[in-house]
């Protein structure tokens, strides 16, 4: 639960390569086929708060939930930006997800960026969803996306990614755990000092994702009451494949 503490501090800086505005494009697009085209959403494991903000933009009022400090502090003050308040109505509060409390209810649920692949127990991850459900309006929709078993075992898994650059550099080794479908990163970060720009700080995390399978998920919506719409290979409207990396699920509160 110590994830995200160093590598906070570049994590917007390693992630430049992920399309956000045609993630949200596609989050909004879901949104509104399923009757939340406004309101306001709750977004789990928020991070840094990119697509917190671009749903702002898009016309939602956001709540962001995350369960690092450093990544809300940096959220905090991007919202401000470099000309000044931006998107400073963003209500972001530190919380774990597993137990995250709300003054009432939002028209939407959302989580990206593989957020809920941290939850490692089916029976926390079922805790979630029943919290979801308690908090979203009647009818509300709750869309998420997952990295899947597939892409831990094929594409990650016993695998060495490296990257460098000025500003920081890391290495990023993987080890799959095929039995409990469970991903381990280990990460090495070099981060350079504000202070001193010729010094580089060193920085060692551990960040553990589980993949499941997407009937799974169906089967833990339905325990939590919820209504299970679909689920999609990610950012299309096709089914879910064999080969999916990543997959988007759509569930509604059914009726409190």
Known sequence: ???????????????????????CDYLVSLLRDYQAGDGLV??????????????????????????SEEML?????????ERGPQNTDILYLLQ?????????????VVSVCDSLNYILK??????????????LDPGGVFIFDLNTPYK????????????NREQGSFIWENFYEEEEQVNQYD?????????????????????????YEAGRIEELLQQAGMEFIAAYDAFTREPVKADS????VIAREKGK
Request: glycine share 8%; proline share 2%.
């Open 96 to 108: 774990d997800m597993r137990e995250f409390e709300l003054y009432g209810t939002v028209r939407a």
């Open 152 to 163: 831990y075992r094929e594409i990650l898994g016993e695998n060495t990614i490296c990257e």
């Open 187 to 211: 990460l090495t970060l070099f981060i350079r000092d504000r202070e001193h720009p010729g010094l580089y700080r060193k920085y060692e995390e551990t960040h553990v994702q589980r993949g």
């Open 245 to 248: 990396e990543r997959i988007y």
């Open 42 to 67: 709750l977004e789990l494991g928020c991070g840094t708060g990119k697509m917190t903000r671009l749903l702002a933009q898009a016309g939602y009022d956001m709540i962001g939930v995350d369960y």
């Open 73 to 81: 502090q940096i959220a905090r003050e991007a919202a401000w930006g």
């Open 1 to 23: 639960m110590e994830a995200y503490t160093g590598f906070a501090e570049v994590y917007d800086l390693f992630m430049d390569n992920v399309p956000y505005q045609e993630w």
């Open 122 to 135: 089916e029976e926390e991850l079922l805790k979630v969803f029943r919290l979801v459900n308690n908090y």
